[in-house]
């Protein structure tokens, strides 16, 4: 049966058996016995399921995996020891020396210093774009080397709305693997597979946890790319030596997520730690409720913001006169989520001197759980980026990243009017 999203937060993932526990347990081992030397052996050579080492799987992990594989709809998922870890993951297991990616420009700084600096030290190369150049610009990018396109559904801080029909077609026509950075949509607001991305990935510290507790991310397969056959994928369609000569494009299915997991997470062990799961886990739980909350609470921040006579700008896709209204309501029509972007008229001095001024709002270095928090994204996410380079990911330095918690509505107006008068 085919749940609905708000049942899946709460009933996916585990299911126990008579007399288990109603919640999955933290499962805080490292290692799992066996009484037979071959179930072992089958368990390494993939042919049964189950646990040899936390490194590669582990109970509590595997259902927060199943869980957001089930909400995002797809075949299966990787819980990684973070969200940049998923991230270089994902990259790692797609391409080798010589390789290319072809990304958005309008992402995650973090994301941003990854594919321009710390990749291309190892020989893979960052390409990037301008998420809203037209299709031909975006493909003189591509080459016989190109292994993904990487974008973001909403993009962080530049709150730019991913036109997904225009980067689908430019993959399928190329052959490229897809890829998605849902944190800040979620799959209750938007399901990226459902618009043709292949994989997508989340920083699960953000809106999957909610609570700033658990650090984490998440890969998942959406099992609808056919790597057999594929030249541009040589290495799924040739023998992993390393992995007893297993040809990861002959599996049936999740090709993708075995050869990460068979692979990348073997060799890094950067998997999620059981604790953090089951954090994440529970915090999925409440996750429809608190999206609803979030986007609404920002909505109100923004038409709030656009009005007033201290502020330069605001982007948040519910403003009837932002640039990706309509985009928002194809891809996103039940909610844009929690964060917005302003701009501060005068100089980086004010915008200091307003976030300074803020009591309820804090200044911290996250975004998307249920507390609101402000972050100058130039002088801190960004900082490593050049004014160009700024610029070019949309991050002006007047820009104010808010993120709108779920406290009450008047209480966070509140707090902004008394911090805007004080500049």
């Given amino acids: 049966m085919a749940y609905k999203q708000d049942t ?46 936390s490194r590669l799987a582990n109970p ?57 600096v710390t990749l291309p030290k190892y020989g893979i190369e960052g390409r990037f774009f301008d998420p809203d150049a037209p299709s031909e610009e975006i493909e003189k990018l591509i080459d ?18 991913l036109d997904f029909d225009k980067i689908a077609a430019i993959a399928k026509k190329h052959g490229v693997v897809f890829v998605v950075d849902n944190t800040l949509a979620t799959p209750i607001l938007c399901r990226p597979f459902e618009w043709g991305a292949n994989i997508v990935v989340h920083s699960s510290s953000k809106y999957l946890d909610g609570h700033a507790a658990a650090l984490g991310g998440v890969i998942v397969d959406g099992g609808n790319f056919v790597f057999k056959g594929n030249q541009r994928y040589l290495t799924f369609n040739v023998p992993d030596e390393s992995y007893h000569g297993l040809v990861y494009a002959d599996l049936p299915a999740a090709a993708f997520a075995t050869k990460c997991r068979a692979q990348l997470v073997r060799d890094t062990g950067a998997i999620m730690s059981p604790q953090n799961a089951f954090l994440s886990w529970l915090g999925c ?20 913001l656009a009005k007033h006579p201290k502020i330069d700008w605001v982007l948040h896709a519910s403003l009837p006169d932002n640039q990706y209204h309509a985009l928002a309501e194809k891809y996103l029509p039940n909610g844009q989520g929690g964060m917005l972007s302003f701009g501060i008229k005068g100089d980086v001095n004010k915008a200091a001197k307003f976030m300074e001024a803020l009591k ?21 996410t960004h900082r ?9 990911a949309g991050v002006p330095e007047n820009l104010v990243r808010l993120s709108v918690g779920i406290e009450h509505p008047d209480d966070i107006l509140a707090d902004l009017e008394q911090a805007l008068k004080q500049i």
């Avoid at 993951?89 to 990616?101: E, P, S, V």
């Avoid at 309820?360 to 801190?380: F, K, M």
Wanted: with cysteine.
């Fill in 60 to 116: 509590t992990v595997a259902a927060f995996e199943r869980k957001v594989a089930e909400l995002e709809g797809g075949v299966a998922a990787i819980g990684c020891a973070s969200g940049m870890s998923a991230i270089t993951l994902l990259a790692l297991t797609l391409c080798d020396a010589g390789d290319n990616i072809v990304t958005s420009s309008a992402i995650y700084g973090g994301s941003y210093n990854l594919f321009s």
């Fill in 144 to 161: 016989d080397r190109t292994k993904l396109i990487f974008t973001e559904t909403v993009a962080n801080p530049s709150i730019k709305v």
């Fill in 384 to 392: 490593q980026l050049t004014k160009e380079e700024l610029e070019q």
């Fill in 285 to 304: 739980d409440t996750l429809a409720l608190r999206m609803e909350r979030h986007s609404s609470n920002a909505k109100t921040v923004a038409a709030y």
């Fill in 360 to 380: 309820l709002i804090t200044q911290e270095t996250h975004v998307a759980d249920v507390r609101s928090c402000v972050l100058h994204p130039a002088s801190t």
């Fill in 8 to 53: 899946i937060c709460v009933q996916g993932g585990y299911h126990p058996q008579s007399g288990e526990s109603r919640i999955p347990p933290i499962v805080q081992s490292t290692t799992f016995y066996y009484d037979s030397t071959q179930a072992m052996a089958d368990l390494f050579d993939l042919k049964a399921n189950g646990y040899f080492y």
